[in-house]
């Protein structure tokens, strides 16, 4: 990518947005050959992050704290090692921000956009790269978390779009305890292809293509992941601004989805009192009904222990009798519980729990342990004697 900062000077997210689609505006002849997603075009990519205290401008300060924190891993201590970092701000919800390789003598740009909570980066660099810079910054920033769809959200984003239809897919199956895992990847695919999929190996999607018209062509080529980045391959000449509009409309779709899921809107407060305590509000998330035979308490613990619980992220105690595990995420320093009803798994936030940490653990439930499980949220300012 290049550009120049008074490209995005002095405009709204919108303007940016319609600046840099010009990366992926492609005559007529040319979005009927792009039948496929390689990945090795140029796209536009937006990663929808939950900002909990990055400030445009802060570059510096927080690669210093990960280069100097000795609790932050050694992953990330080489990462910084072998990348120097630049950010030019733009203005106050702007700025331009590089990361250079030098081993490679190579630069890539990427537009940090902070806006009501939420951390945009918009980038056109090449997924490879991508992978090796922005995404490794983004998951070793304390303070910063990419947005997480269940495969229903995912789902239900996509059905969202206006003149849209599915187009291809990626959807995954890992559960323990069964003989097969499935990667499943669709190219050209019709619904029915991602239904029978669910309906055949309960493989839930990871990620969506469509293709959206601007009557009665192929206008947007474009995909949704459930790891909280939305992406532009082709824009037809002329449909710049619906291509804009679907952005907007997607993102604003995706963060009202994860805050649905994650959001704490009622942490636990205890409060004293002479007779006892109170504790003020309940927020659980909630993962049930998976593709498994039931299991005991402590064939699930175990399975949590060995494929969550064991990195250098968390650190845990059992408590009551095995029905509960009291979790604290080091990376986000809170804590919070997880109950156990088998083979569901139901994480209650307790006062200093955000959102950070509970979709960090549920990311690597479906990551690692099992991929098909529903999720839900329940919540409510109750009062427990």
Same mark, same amino acid.
């Not at 839900?376 to 004697?385: A, M, T």
């Given at each position: 990518?290049?550009? $120049? ?35 090795? @075009? ?42 120097? *970092?630049?950010? @030019? ?42 992978? %090796? ?22 789902? &239900? ?39 029978? $999929?669910?309906?055949? *190996? ?21 995909? !949704? ?10 824009? %037809? ?5 619906? $291509? ?7 993102? $604003? ?28 509000? *309940? ?26 619980? !064991? ?22 320093? &809170? ?8 083979? !569901? ?34 919540? !409510? ?5």
């Amino acid at each position: 990518m290049d550009i $120049a900062p008074s490209d995005i000077e002095d405009k709204s997210t919108r303007e940016v947005l319609d600046e840099l689609i010009q990366y992926v505006v492609t005559s007529g002849e040319e979005m009927e050959s792009k039948t496929t997603r390689s990945g090795g @075009q140029t796209d536009l990519n937006i990663y929808l992050c939950d900002n909990q205290d990055y400030n445009i401008g802060e570059l510096d300060q927080w690669v210093t704290y990960i280069a100097e924190n000795d609790g932050i891993t050694g992953h990330a201590d080489n990462y910084v090692g072998e990348h120097t *970092f630049s950010e @030019q701000v733009i203005d106050e919800d702007i700025s331009l921000v590089g990361i250079s390789t030098p081993a490679k003598n190579r630069e890539d740009e990427f537009v940090f956009v902070a806006k009501d909570g939420y951390l945009w980066v918009l980038t056109t660099v090449h997924s490879d790269w991508r992978d %090796k810079t922005i995404e490794n910054l983004l998951n070793y920033l304390p303070c910063v978390e990419r947005l997480y769809l269940s495969a229903d959200d995912l789902r &239900e984003l996509t059905d969202d779009v206006k003149d849209a239809r599915v187009s291809g897919f990626t959807a995954k199956y890992h559960a323990p305890n069964r003989e097969r895992d499935a990667t499943l990847i669709f190219s050209g695919a019709e619904e029915n292809d991602l239904e029978d $999929a669910e309906e055949t *190996f309960d493989a839930k999607p990871t990620r969506i293509e469509f293709d959206q018209t601007n009557s009665p062509a192929t206008a947007i080529q474009g995909s !949704n992941t459930n790891e909280g980045r939305v992406t532009m391959r082709s824009v %037809k000449r002329g449909s710049e601004g619906k $291509a804009v509009d679907t952005i907007m409309g997607l993102t $604003a779709g995706y963060q009202e989805l994860d805050r649905q899921s994650f959001e704490v809107e009622h942490a636990p407060v205890r409060q004293e009192l002479d007779s006892g305590f109170t504790v003020d509000g *309940f927020t659980a998330v909630e993962l049930t009904d998976p593709d498994r035979e039931q299991a005991t308490n402590e064939e699930l613990i175990a399975d949590l222990e060995e494929n969550i619980l !064991n990195g250098n992220q968390y650190r845990y105690g059992i408590r009551d009798e095995q029905r509960k595990i009291r979790v604290y995420d080091t990376d986000h320093d &809170e804590l919070f519980d997880v109950a156990l009803e088998p083979p !569901n798994i139901i994480l209650y936030a307790r006062e200093s729990t955000t959102a950070l940490s509970l979709r960090s653990f549920v990311r690597d439930v479906y990551d690692d342990l099992d991929s098909t499980y529903s999720l839900s949220k329940s919540h !409510n300012p109750v009062s427990i004697q």
